[in-house]
């Protein structure tokens, strides 16, 4: 007995470091908590698309109805359901059980948690692994927790040290078992067609480099690849399903011309280049990459001279030139474009930028092998701090909180309460009911102004939406009602034609401006809509953040206009004529 003791007691004061860090990571996640929905959540590519199609979902009861017949009535007027995510993935089954901030918040809990609990197992098993580094991993760990990305996507960027830790471990035939299930649990929890594809690419080429220069191949690795497809296979079955196994529709990105989309020239692919390589993308994790930098320039510097720091300098130096040809490619990506597809015309409907979600990881990655050099003291601790306040200062959802617990919070950052205005936008429905009898189902809405989740979160049926994948005849049939407007702005109408995954109403005079606040008070002058074609996809009612100052050339007639103490939006209801 006293022997349990002894080895429970050694474990636990092992352990330490980990709890410290995970302690410390719900301390920082306090920020979020606030009364009524008044937290602050991340709005672009986030509140405005990521909550509204799972919420829908679960609402009408299809989350996991793959049927190819299936149609999700609240959005586009009856979009194929095999159009949208899967059903499996963990916020959708949070938003069956909570509503979607709650559900969200201990989402973005969960998955910086196996974020840090993933990077602390990696770094004592393959990268600072002598007893007295633990707390040095367990601050890498909370900066890896800490970094500036979208966890809507799941563990698509913060879970990738288990799936380097899992294929490490069989390699050396080691935990296979939990091994294979941690690689399993990354297909669940990640998105395939952000990540996926690109880290089981990234695996792959450096399973088969390993396999080259030692000339054996151990297949452990390639096994849980292997589980890891098979695993994404069954995940995203409506995306296999709609688009290998049975065409259920043709997908508007078949229509993608994303070289239109970004400035051309050699210049602007330098500047693109060089961008990728010193802060990384904004979906994946966008923070300078200083401390790795710091660390491999000091690592080299202060290393002994030796065959040891000819080593690390030849790992660094392939390290960073890997990264620097991966930015290179991403930052000259839309001038290759052209090229490309015509060679593989199927390269239109994806996205090779993606790559950069794999670049994190590679970071710390330099980060932690120069961190092995350096002598443990105030340096080595000094980077690592400097690491985790980068990742928390570049991570504006905490830091849009902490100024909202000071007051501070900006009025064109609003919180999910002020957002998403269920007030207001109840209101509206109740007039709409009072005035006409019709619940929310009877008719169908679009939006002017502010984004159609913010409709679809408070259960009105939208004909516009915030979509990844959606039906191409739709895109053309939807392009009648705003075409009057794309032809008054050329970039409205590139924004649109060579990528409209936002199939929004849009005002010449209002711009790209998707958020248009109650003040100051905006006023659309021209709005050159077509009512009729409105009519004819069913739509009846828009919801305008503007007020329009002459709706009758638009075939519309003023329904009401509805203001909330507390809401982000001031709204004009206007009712189709035709």
């Not at 969960?110 to 840090?116: D, E, F, I, Q, T």
């Not at 960027?157 to 080691?174: C, H, I, M, T, Y």
Request: aromatic share 12%; hydrophobic share 50%.
């Amino acid at each position: 007995m006293p022997e349990l003791r002894s080895v429970f007691s050694a474990r636990l004061q092992a352990a330490w470091p980990l709890w410290g860090a995970v302690l410390l990571l719900l301390l920082l996640s306090a920020a979020y908590l606030a009364p009524a929905g008044r937290t602050y959540i991340l709005l672009d590519d986030n509140l405005d698309t990521e909550l509204a199609v799972p919420s829908v979902l679960v609402q009408e009861g299809k989350a996991l109805d793959y049927q190819p017949a299936t149609r999700v009535e609240h959005l586009q007027g009856g979009i194929p359901r095999n159009a949208l995510r899967p059903g499996l993935q963990p916020l959708v089954g949070l938003i069956a059980l909570l509503p979607p901030l709650p559900a969200y918040l201990w989402h973005e809990l969960l998955v910086r948690l196996a974020g840090l609990v993933g990077m602390y197992v990696l770094l004592r098993r393959y990268g600072l692994h002598r007893p007295e580094e633990a707390a040095a991993c367990a601050a890498l760990a909370l900066a890896w927790a800490v970094l500036p990305t979208y966890t809507a996507y799941g563990v698509s960027v913060l879970g990738q040290p288990w799936v380097l830790w899992a294929l490490l471990n069989l390699r050396a035939r080691r935990l296979v078992a939990v091994s294979v299930a941690a690689l399993v649990g990354f297909a669940l929890w990640s998105s395939l067609v952000l990540a996926g594809l690109f880290v089981l690419a990234g695996a792959g080429g450096v399973l088969l480099y390993d396999a080259l220069r030692n000339r054996r191949l151990v297949w452990g690795p390639w096994l849980g690849l292997l589980a890891m497809t098979a695993t994404y296979l069954v995940v995203e079955y409506p995306l296999v399903s709609s688009l290998l196994i049975e065409r259920q529709f043709v997908p508007h990105r078949l229509e993608f011309d994303l070289a239109r989309l970004a400035p051309g020239g050699v210049g602007a692919g330098q500047v693109a280049a060089m961008r990728y390589f010193a802060l990384g993308q904004y979906h994946a994790s966008l923070f300078p990459r200083l401390a790795p930098l710091l660390a491999a320039g000091a690592a080299v510097t202060l290393a002994a001279p030796g065959p040891a720091r000819q080593l690390l300098r030849r790992r660094l130096a392939l390290g960073l030139a890997a990264l620097a040809a991966l930015a290179l490619f991403c930052g000259f990506y839309p001038q290759l474009l052209p090229g490309l597809q015509r060679a593989v015309p199927p390269l239109r409907a994806f996205n090779l930028t993606r790559l950069h979600f794999l670049t994190p990881l590679a970071w710390f990655g330099v980060l932690v092998l120069s961190l092995r050099h350096l002598p443990a003291g105030r340096a080595r601790w000094a980077l690592i701090g400097l690491q985790i306040l980068v990742g928390l200062g570049m991570n504006s959802e905490w830091t849009r909180n902490v100024q909202r617990q000071l007051g501070r919070l900006p009025a064109s950052e609003p919180t999910y309460a002020a957002y998403v205005a269920p007030e207001l936008l109840g209101q509206v429905q109740r007039d709409i009911r009072r005035r006409t009898g019709q619940e929310p189902a009877a008719y169908r809405v679009a939006c002017l102004g502010l984004p159609p989740a913010v409709a679809s979160l408070n259960g009105f049926y939208t004909l516009d939406a915030y979509l990844n994948n959606y039906p191409l005849p739709y895109k053309h049939a939807f392009r009648e009602l705003i075409a009057g407007e794309l032809v008054k702005s050329p970039e409205l109408r590139t924004y649109f034609d060579a990528w409209g995954n936002r199939c929004y109403l849009f005002s010449a005079e209002l711009g790209k401006n998707f958020r248009v606040g109650a003040l100051p008070e905006r006023v659309v002058q021209h709005w050159a809509f077509n009512g009729a074609a409105f009519r004819r996809l069913g739509g009846r009612y828009v919801l305008s953040a503007a007020r329009l100052a002459r709706p009758q050339e638009s075939g519309l007639r003023l329904f009401g206009h509805y203001r909330q103490p507390g809401a982000y939006w001031h709204l004009w209801v206007y009712e189709v004529t035709w």
